[in-house]
Antibody, heavy 118, light 111 residues
């Protein structure tokens, strides 16, 4: 089955670090870009950035550049989204999604809920 | 404020036709970049609804259609059904941001 399986919900304190994952299966993981999308509580979708697992090339939205780090391990078919110092405003659902021809998301993970609270 | 502007909400009665607009600018839709649409039900991940302005994945009913003109795009839903009640998002590439952007989303209510 073609799917993206994301890691489970996280509860963290401000200032803590976090790395969430997205594992692809059922397709050629290294030949599709993977993107990350944030959805804050009750809000819309925000394009964060994308990574090409074949060579780990990354492109970030200006809004998220320097705030998060995208990485990928082509051998374990897993993409990652990482924070070094979380803020309460990072509380959101984070979706990973596969891009078709780098333009649109044709396959989505179920999302990872990240809650940052003291 | 999203780079792509959508109405916050639209509504229609069962069987009616509704449209959702997505207004951009010369750095995204007006520059010729394609527009894509997603449907999201509460508590679930978005799903691709329309790609490249007016193409539907095979699983999407032909009641859904997309169009693009100038700096705007539209999603039309005909024969509205209760199951269509969801949030809808447009997406396109923006050359000034060197990345994709989403519209703010539109909540469709079936009366």
């Amino acid at each position: 089955e073609v799917q993206l399986v994301q890691s489970g919900p996280e509860v963290k304190k401000p200032g803590e670090s976090l790395k969430i994952s997205c594992k692809g299966s059922g397709y050629s993981f290294t030949t599709y870009w993977i993107g990350w999308v944030r959805q804050m509580p009750g809000k819309g979708l925000e394009w964060m950035g994308i990574i090409y697992p074949g060579d780990s090339e990354t492109r970030y939205s200006p809004s998220f550049q320097g705030q998060v780090t995208l990485s990928a391990d082509k051998f374990t078919r897993t993409a990652y989204l990482q924070w070094t110092s979380l803020k309460a405003s990072d509380t959101a659902i984070y979706y990973c999604a596969r891009l078709f021809n780098i333009w649109y998301f044709d396959l989505w993970g179920r999302g990872t809920l990240v809650t940052v609270s003291s | 404020q999203s780079v792509l502007t959508q109405p916050p909400s639209v509504s229609g009665a069962p069987g009616q036709r509704v449209t959702i607009s997505c207004t951009g600018s010369s750095s995204n839709i007006g520059a010729g970049y394609n527009v894509h649409w997603y449907q999201q039900f509460p508590g679930t991940a978005p799903k691709l609804l329309i790609y490249n302005n007016n193409n539907r994945p095979s699983r999407v009913p032909d009641r859904f259609s997309g169009s693009k003109s100038g700096t705007s795009a539209s999603l039309a839903i005909t024969g509205l059904q209760a199951e269509d009640e969801a949030d809808y998002y447009c997406q396109s590439y923006d050359s000034s941001l060197s990345g994709s952007v989403f519209g703010g989303g539109t909540k469709l209510t079936v009366l």
